[in-house]
């Protein structure tokens, strides 16, 4: 294992150095994709933009010299749910304890607490809706108990259209937006009419954690004689057919009692309540586009998304190959008690789920692999990764904002130092070094983080259309109806959206 972790150590070192293009090159053409257009954001943007792992020199930064006398920053983050997941450890860090994540936060505050003399807090607030909630409260009655939002990207938008978020890009005098510390997909496709509400960097460590991944068991791989499954993406066949495929291949009723569950091997372990959504937008389809202004149009009905959902619903639905966390619903945490726990166990050849799971598979005896989301089939040109909205974090700045100078030189310069210090422990040394476990892995990272989308329609889930997907599953042939009665509640509240946020009627 010490040499293995040597060689994904070297190869990290050789991948930050050569441009992404080369690798992503060999997977298809990045400045076009699926969907009506095209393109995933804007059509009449080119995407092939960056924010993922792949590693740039970063600049010089030149910042106003502060004193703030002492002054309290203070964050707002969600606290850990009951099974231990989705809780803010980008933020605070008490004292240094050897966990990386946490010393680099720890790292990090110090540089920006002692240049700025401010002393850097959190403030738990419970689940995404208690954050969000919470914020609203404190704005609404003008007090100022927070510096700093981080509520998920679905409780932003509640906030935004309610104008309790102050719009970055017109009263954040301090935020660099190009740079590489910002995710430059997420400036792209999270404007609104030329206004950014919410921004993701290499400080907000759950909006990474919100990326889904395809993980693979390489003991059951090799069990079933099924070769380099990375060479399916380096020869452009991953798509919908191959990946289908291959979960058919592994199956076994390993107790004999008719029936597919813990017990039991299969093709692919998941949870249906994100993954059709999930799988049908990791395709290039989306709830709503931007045209030449910035301004959101509805976009999901096409044959092309009712394929992809039909395709996405036949090999999510086959109950002979693939458990979901829903049918586990006897066992104390499906989570860690059921598909992580046969995942481990050698009893699921993939593992399809956000990355926040791949923390959990550090103690796997047998090694596991790293692959994208397939395309649909051979005409989708580049990949695609959807933020999971619902648990993705981002950095928000509440009406409240006493002094937007300050706001934005701490958060700027607390993403620029995230750079070599949490960003760095959380790809390099957390997944590369202690999860991921060969060269080939740290190469899909690339790929997937570069080829993350937000999709507006999505966040704001105008109408239900968001979640449609899911509501139609497992029979996409409902997918036409649905739409057709959701799309005028969709449209209007879209308007009403523009209307609140941009001034459009």
Not at 110 to 116: A, M, P, T, V
Not at 217 to 236: F, M, Q, T
Not at 329 to 357: C, R, V
Request: aromatic letters at 10%; a negative charge.
């Amino acid at each position: 294992m010490k040499n293995k972790g040597i060689i994904v150590l070297f190869l990290l070192i050789s991948v930050v150095c050569i441009p992404f293009l080369i690798f992503l090159s060999a997977c298809g053409d990045s400045t076009n994709g699926g969907g009506e257009n095209g393109n995933p954001a804007n059509d009449n943007a080119a995407e092939n933009v960056s924010g993922g792992v792949t590693e740039e020199t970063k600049p010089p930064h030149e910042m106003p010299e502060k004193d703030y006398n002492g002054y309290n920053f203070k964050f707002l983050v969600k606290e850990f749910d009951g099974n231990g997941y989705w809780g803010a450890v980008d933020i605070f860090a008490e004292a240094e304890n050897g966990d990386p994540i946490n010393d680099s936060v720890y790292k990090r505050n110090r540089i920006i607490e002692e240049r700025y003399n401010i002393d850097i807090s959190e403030i738990r607030g419970g689940s995404h809706d208690d954050i969000s909630n919470k914020a609203k409260n404190s704005i609404l009655s003008g007090t100022h108990e927070y510096d700093i939002i981080m509520p998920n990207l679905t409780s932003i938008s509640n906030l935004a259209t309610t104008g309790l978020l102050m719009d970055a890009r017109s009263t954040m005098p301090y935020i660099q937006f190009d740079k590489i510390w910002w995710d430059q997909r997420a400036n792209k496709m999270l404007t609104l009419g030329n206004r950014q509400y919410f921004l993701v960097g290499d400080m907000t460590l759950m909006a990474n954690d919100a990326t889904w991944v395809i993980m693979f068991n390489k003991k059951v791989a090799e069990e079933y004689g099924l070769g380099n499954l990375y060479s399916y993406v380096k020869d452009d066949n991953w798509n919908f057919d191959t990946f289908g495929m291959l979960v058919k291949t592994v199956s076994k009723d390993l107790n004999g009692d008719g029936k597919f569950d813990e017990n039991d091997q299969v093709g692919l372990l998941t949870t249906c309540g994100e993954a059709s959504p999930i799988m049908v937008y990791n395709t290039g389809e989306m709830v709503a586009r931007k045209n030449a202004d910035d301004l959101p149009y509805l976009s999901l009905n096409t044959e092309r998304t009712i394929n992809a959902a039909q395709k996405s619903f036949d090999i999510l639905s086959d109950k002979t190959t693939c458990v979901q966390t829903e049918y586990l619903a006897k066992i104390n945490d499906p989570w860690t008690n059921g598909i992580n726990k046969m995942f481990q166990e050698n009893k699921g050849l993939f593992y399809m789920l956000s990355l926040t799971i791949m923390h959990k598979m550090r103690v796997m005896d047998s090694d596991f692999g790293v692959l994208p989301f397939p395309k649909l089939d051979k005409s989708q040109n580049e990949y695609y990764h959807t933020i999971q909205a619902s648990v993705a974090n981002s950095i928000v700045f509440p009406l409240t904002t006493p002094d937007p100078e300050m706001a934005s030189i701490i958060i700027e310069d607390m993403c620029y130092e995230s750079r070599d210090t949490v960003r760095h422990a959380y790809f390099d040394i957390t997944i590369t070094n202690k999860t991921i476990r060969d060269e080939e892995s740290a190469e899909m990272l690339n790929l997937i983080f570069n080829t993350r989308i937000y999709d507006l329609g999505y966040i704001f889930n105008w109408g239900g259309l968001g979640t449609m997907i899911a509501t139609i599953y497992p029979d996409a042939g409902k997918f036409v109806s649905k739409y057709e009665a959701a799309e005028p509640r969709a449209q209007i509240a879209m308007e009403k959206t523009l209307n609140e946020i941009v001034g459009i009627d």
